[in-house]
């Protein structure tokens, strides 16, 4: 207490610590959390008071920091990730953040932004806490450094290039990555995980793949499928005799087609057989009894897969016995 001019009375304030106020004429308080703190004191003599005189009291820390974060252990290539910060930090600690191959690759936040990584490897993540009011043995500023480590994974590759098929045709693709590879969509796939799949898709497809490491891939390819055109042949005529030689009658299809129909027709406009099977053929029976000799009349339709279009064809086919 500096006071002049005989003050026999004091009122003291003291923001933030454990003794709020006090009327004595040199209080000793204590304050609990580091902090800067507004001390107040209006002194009074026989005269009257005087205006209130207010300091601000800077209250160091003295506990030593403490460095502690989390973070993922491991993250995939082209990717980020975000510290947390958990230490034991008062504001006269100084922070410093070191992520050796990251992008960016020093902060002094204390929760710093996301660190990126590009490229395949393990790297450290150091975390520097300094108190510049707490001095150690050796009379340095006291600090405390905690480093762990990060590993990038690589993403899974696709090795394949983009290639274009005939439709019915198959082709392999092939992929590099950790552990058990699976591809996207898994359709048209023979098998839907493995380094080399084998597909036979009937319209353009992208496939993309992921890896055990849940990484995706930055890689595609794309099948892209080419369509002849359809070609309808058949016999002229057939001999239902039982003898294992030109006993039934079919229609041939030079590639795959969708929504397939034949009919097949007596002269009297009876239908006498009906398939949506492009594989199966006429016996030269109906309903279990042999047809007579004769021309019939087919009619097949079917969608073309290359222009999506429903398209007809139709023909005659003699029967002999």
């Given amino acids: 207490n500096a006071s002049t001019n005989g003050p026999n009375v004091f009122n003291w304030v003291f923001q933030g610590s454990s003794t709020a106020s006090s009327d004595s004429t040199n209080p000793i308080v204590s304050f609990n959390s580091a902090g800067i703190y507004d001390v107040r004191l209006v002194a009074q ?10 300091i601000h009291m800077f209250v160091q820390s003295c506990l030593p920091p403490v460095a502690a974060f989390n973070s993922s252990i491991n993250i995939c290539q082209k990717s980020c990730t975000i510290f947390s910060n958990h230490s034991t930090v008062t504001p006269f600690d100084t922070i410093k953040w070191f992520a050796k191959g990251a992008h960016p690759d020093t902060s002094s936040r204390l929760n710093p932004p996301a660190f990126c990584y590009d490229t395949v490897g393990t790297y450290p993540i150091k975390l520097i806490l300094v108190n510049h009011y707490r001095f150690n043995s050796k009379n340095h500023y006291e600090r405390d450094t905690l480093v762990k480590y990060i590993t990038v994974l690589p993403a899974p590759r696709i090795l394949s290039r983009d290639s274009c098929i005939y439709a019915g045709d198959s082709i392999k693709l092939i992929a590099k990555g950790n552990g058990l590879i699976t591809w996207l969509p898994n359709t048209y796939l023979f098998a839907s995980t493995g380094d080399t799949v084998l597909c036979m898709p009937i319209n353009k497809t992208t496939y993309t793949v992921k890896d055990t490491t849940t990484c995706p891939s930055p890689d595609s390819v794309v099948v892209c499928v080419k369509y002849q055109n359809v070609y309808i042949t058949s016999t002229n ?14 229609i041939n299809v030079n590639i795959p087609v969708n929504e397939y129909n034949l009919k097949i ?8 057989f009906e398939t949506s099977d492009y594989h199966a053929g006429w016996d030269g029976t109906y309903r279990g009894i042999q047809q007579n000799s004769g021309v019939y009349v087919w009619i097949i339709g079917y969608r073309d897969l290359g222009d999506n279009q429903y398209k007809f064809a139709n023909g005659n086919v003699t029967l002999i016995r």
Avoid: C, H, I, L
């Fill in 237 to 250: 005529t057939f001999t239902p005799d039982g003898n294992g030689k030109n006993d039934v009658f079919n």
């Fill in 45 to 54: 003599n026989s005269n009257g008071s005087s205006k209130p005189y207010v």
């Fill in 265 to 272: 027709y007596n002269r009297w406009g009876e239908k006498v």
